[in-house]
């Protein structure tokens, strides 16, 4: 088993094998596999790592295997296309000879623009400070790093069994980051598997934080996950993250997520399907 990873940014730092391959360390976060932030995050460093000044601006993944975090991750890059203002980069992962993962992901000149987003509303930063961390003891232990462990993260609402209400988040990560802004980028990917798909158990009456309704008997798994960076951030600051389910049908559920600064701007958005599959007990 590999040692635990106390600093997300050694997590996200990959090893240059030879031209457009890497490797990527794996994390323990307590579940049978790997996290698919991680890799999600990884992939995009990897693909970062064979372009200079430009910026990612939207990454779509597919999950394609269990991740076995007791091994190493190899990614390969293809350089899909070297545009004037776009270039255009595809990413597997690979552990014990086979796909796990893949990723398509765009990156852009900086430029300016027209500026709008879809009005958004923003909850009182102050109750951010009066929430509780979401931290347990499972959280702490030598041999399993969570999210918890980089993030703080303080729930804002759930309403279990309410159809238009998912999961909200504050969260920043715990130590300050290099001003690196390709850097927060993956973080933030990184972070933005947390929950996301859990959002689109709420109308059905699941929850999250008090667990009141078991996700036991149930098979989720990430399917895809696609994220979209439209304006700079910095994740070492507070950020909200509202997940809002948007349909669940077909053993399958998906959710949206939006990343809001405190000045109010959307930073970020992605959207997420999973595999939601209720387990027939054994007769």
Known sequence: MSKPIQNIKELLTLERIEENIFRGQSQNIGTPQVYGGQVLGQAIAAAQLTIDNRPVHSAHAYFLRKGDFNAPIIYEVDRNREGRSFTARRVVAIQHGHPIFT?????????????????????????????????????????????????DIRCHTESPGEPTQGLAFWLKTKEPLPDEADLHREVLAYVS???????ALVPHGYSLISKKKSLRGLALASIDHAIWYHRPLKVDEWLFYQ?????????????????????????????????????????
């Open 243 to 283: 997940c809002v389910p948007i349909s669940t049908s077909g053993a399958r559920g998906l959710a949206r997520g939006s990343f809001i600064d405190r000045q109010g701007r959307l930073v970020a958005t992605t959207v997420q399907e999973g595999l939601m599959r209720k387990m027939t007990p054994p007769a």
């Open 103 to 151: 990723l398509a992901a765009s990156f852009q000149v900086e430029e300016e623009g027209y500026e709008y987003q879809e009005p958004l509303e923003l909850p009182d930063f102050n109750e951010a400070q009066e929430l509780q961390p979401r931290q347990r003891d499972a959280d702490r232990r030598d041999d399993k790093i969570r999210p918890t462990h980089y993030f």
């Open 193 to 199: 598997d947390f929950g996301l798909l859990y959002s």
